[in-house]
């Protein structure tokens, strides 16, 4: 009874160590994209369209107050052309970059 206990318990630590190889393993040219996407690790396995690099509208904008403090206003168009500085970024990312370079640095003199 206690040697069934054994290999009951010694094949779930086996099967628990796959899991969690596989969960641990990493798609090098997955990565990549995500990070090229801008998207998180659990946001990486969706699907995605090609040539969407865009980065998302914020979804959620204070209301704006009828005063004539202007802060708010300088706050918001920073926030934007800071938004569309990093689109442009991210775009000229894409065109120019080089995976071959990231992975092997030395590919370039072969």
Known sequence: DM????????????????ILNSALSVDEV???AARVRGTCD???????????????????TAPR?????STEDKLD???ESDAERL???ANAELEHY?????????????
Do not use: F, M, S, Y
């Open 30 to 32: 997955g990565t990549v």
């Open 98 to 110: 080089d995976i071959l370079k990231a992975v092997e640095p030395d590919a370039e003199q072969a």
């Open 3 to 18: 040697h069934q206990l054994l290999l009951a318990a010694h094949a779930q630590a086996t099967q628990l160590i796959e």
């Open 87 to 89: 689109n442009e970024l």
């Open 77 to 79: 168009d920073g926030i």
């Open 42 to 60: 659990n946001c990486r396995t969706r699907p995605h369209a090609a040539g969407n690099t865009a980065l998302p509208a914020p979804t959620h």
């Open 65 to 69: 107050r009828d005063t004539t403090d």
